[in-house]
């Protein structure tokens, strides 16, 4: 059974860009729930997809958007980047929408400068 | 707005010792789990609390789900460095999103 995985490890993007991050969910798994993780805090929820459609979605603007694929892996975008999203970003999926036992990813660590 | 408080927010001991890690909120979850976080790693799931009073053991953790489903403590007996880590508490109120609290950072002492 593969884990859940995600690209790149790392990435330093300057303010104004865009940016990718990628994830592949556990094997069996269909819904991919996104958080960003600033340093010495707690996750906090971005969004999350099921069968390719987004199913909620926390406090975080437009700029960030996110796509799931029919194998369950997804992408997190977000543009027009701040110093503030820094951050380390978490991929979790889940056996099915609404099960709270969520498996995460190593995570992708972002910088902003 | 749903939130979790964990307390303490750091704990340092000495290999051997006892601790208590508390999860509050105001909130009643349908669930809630906890996971332990290494430095550069994402959070990894310890155990899920499902019934009000349920008691869960996992070697030496002990992790309590309060009677109103708003409260958990976590608590380990005999603490060794390798369960230095970062410990998050999560409650799932409803079918999309899990709500983290704060964190307690843990540091074992040899």
């Known amino acids: 059974e593969t884990g859940v995985t995600q690209s790149p490890t790392h990435l330093i993007k300057t303010r104004g860009q865009q940016v990718t991050l990628r994830c592949s969910s556990q094997?069996?798994?269909?819904?991919v729930s996104w958080y960003q993780q600033a340093l010495g805090q707690g996750p906090q929820f971005i969004f999350q997809?099921?069968?390719?459609?987004?199913?909620g979605r926390g406090n975080f603007p437009p700029r960030f958007s996110g796509l799931q694929f029919p194998n369950y892996s997804s992408e997190l975008n977000v543009n027009a980047l701040e110093l503030d999203d820094s951050a380390l970003y978490l991929c979790?999926?889940?056996?099915?929408?609404?099960?709270?036992?969520?498996?995460f990813g190593p995570g992708t660590r972002l910088t902003v400068t | 707005t749903q939130l979790l408080e964990q307390s303490p927010q750091f704990l340092s001991i000495q290999e051997g010792e006892n601790l208590t890690v508390y999860c509050n909120s105001s909130?009643?979850?349908?669930?809630l789990q906890w996971y332990r976080q290494e430095p550069g790693e994402g959070p990894v799931l310890l155990v899920t609390?499902?019934?009000?009073?349920e008691v869960k053991k996992l070697k030496r953790l002990t992790f309590q789900f309060g009677d109103a489903r708003k409260d958990s403590s976590l608590h380990i007996t005999a603490a060794q460095p390798g369960d230095t880590g970062l410990y998050l508490c999560?409650?799932?109120?409803?079918?999309?999103?899990?709500?983290f609290g704060t964190g307690t950072r843990l540091q074992v002492f040899p």
């Open positions: 979790a999926s889940s056996l099915e929408v609404g099960g709270a036992e969520q498996y």
């Open positions: 094997s069996g798994h269909n819904t």
């Open positions: 997809y099921y069968r390719e459609e987004e199913n």
């Open positions: 909130s009643v979850f349908s669930s």
């Open positions: 609390v499902v019934t009000g009073g």
């Open positions: 999560a409650g799932a109120a409803n079918t999309d999103k899990l709500i």
